[in-house]
């Protein structure tokens, strides 16, 4: 075999070896967008905080609720979150 017949032997192959990966990427690409698990995770832990907010506010008396500062509904926010994102 010739120098040149080889040289286009090696770079049909390595053209289809690129092409595996290039599709092979793409399909995984493809996977964790269609998966996203940032997405579900965030989801999770906002309808959680919501909830456990909600339960806070069902529960309070209407008057304290609307007595209450902001310092005091942001430590109630930061508890929620870090209760939540502690959950399993």
């Given amino acids: 075999m010739n120098t040149h017949a080889r040289r286009a032997v090696t770079v049909r192959l390595g053209y289809s ?3 595996k990966w290039c599709v092979a990427l793409a399909c995984m690409a493809y996977a964790y967008d269609a998966l996203d ?3 579900t995770a965030r989801a999770r832990l ?3 905080v919501k909830e456990s907010l909600g339960q806070r506010g069902n529960a309070a008396d209407a008057a304290v609720a609307t007595a209450a500062s ?5 430590q ?3 508890a929620a979150v870090y209760a939540c994102s502690t959950q399993p």
């Fill in 37 to 39: 698990p940032a997405a």
């Fill in 46 to 48: 906002d309808g959680c």
């Fill in 76 to 78: 109630a926010f930061s």
């Fill in 17 to 19: 070896v690129a092409v």
């Fill in 70 to 74: 902001k310092e005091d509904r942001e």
